[in-house]
């Protein structure tokens, strides 16, 4: 079981027991699970310990690369480790579900004193995330409140076999290709192919893939609106 069907189970008990007769959802299709909220989620309850990603790894033995893809809503947790993560912010499950973002539920706001800020990431030191697709570097990961999320992600997939489901998340996605040719895969256009050079800003909340055009990884620059924070 993952965190989806553990979320699922929440919902339809009421946060425990049997599922009540008047909450069961209809069969057919799973109930889509938003994992950037799952993160946002995650992230503001650390935020709200004072905690460093490092420090809740430390609480949860759970790997820092794993606890920034969970929060940037790259990847879920399996049940173990959702508990795990529930128990080391010294709370449970049912209360990061109760957290989740949602279209009626008001945004985090930024703290008014949280202006004219910088961050700053060296050559070759941004934050490295190993994913099935490919491999990404965070830059500029240090400030909690940005609205902003941006890296180089270096895409090996070649198809969505190898890339796994279209992703999906808030708010808006920018690209450039830095190196090679990428496809770009989505659920409602014909597959687009962007060149070296080429750049593309899209609604994100388009289920999508970007996929290398041949048997060499692709480079590209990203930027992606993070919608946590108002």
């Known amino acids: 079981m993952d965190v989806?069907?553990?979320r699922d189970h929440l919902v339809l008990s009421g946060g425990g027991g049997e599922p009540r007769a008047e909450q069961r959802e209809p069969q057919g299709e799973?109930?889509?699970f938003d994992q950037a909220?799952?993160?946002?989620?995650?992230?503001?309850?650390?935020?709200?310990?004072?905690?460093?990603?490092?420090?809740?790894?430390?609480?949860?033995?759970?790997?820092q690369s794993a606890?920034?893809?969970?929060?940037?809503?790259?990847?879920?947790?399996?049940?173990d480790r959702a508990h795990a993560l529930a128990r080391a912010l010294d709370t449970d499950f049912g209360q990061i579900v109760n957290r989740m973002v949602t279209p009626d539920a008001p945004?985090?706001?930024?703290?008014?004193?949280a202006t004219g800020w910088r961050s700053l990431t060296r050559k070759g030191e941004g934050h490295q995330v190993t994913q099935s697709n490919g491999n990404y570097e965070y830059l500029c990961t240090e400030f909690l409140y940005r609205k902003l999320v941006s890296g180089f992600a270096t895409v090996s997939a070649q198809n969505l076999e190898e890339h796994g489901p279209f992703v999906t998340h808030p708010g808006e996605e920018f690209i450039h290709v830095v190196e090679g040719t990428v496809i770009v895969e989505t659920e409602y256009y014909a597959p687009l192919t962007l060149e070296t050079g080429d750049s593309m800003q899209f609604d994100s909340t388009t289920p999508h893939a970007v996929l290398t055009a041949g048997p060499k990884p692709a480079r590209v620059l990203f930027a992606i609106t993070d919608p946590r924070w108002e």
């Open 4 to 6: 989806r069907k553990l």
């Open 30 to 32: 799973e109930a889509a």
């Open 37 to 63: 909220s799952f993160g946002s989620a995650v992230r503001r309850l650390r935020a709200e310990r004072g905690w460093t990603l490092k420090e809740l790894s430390e609480r949860s033995k759970i790997s």
């Open 67 to 79: 606890l920034s893809r969970v929060e940037t809503g790259q990847i879920t947790l399996s049940f």
């Open 107 to 113: 945004r985090v706001h930024v703290p008014t004193n």
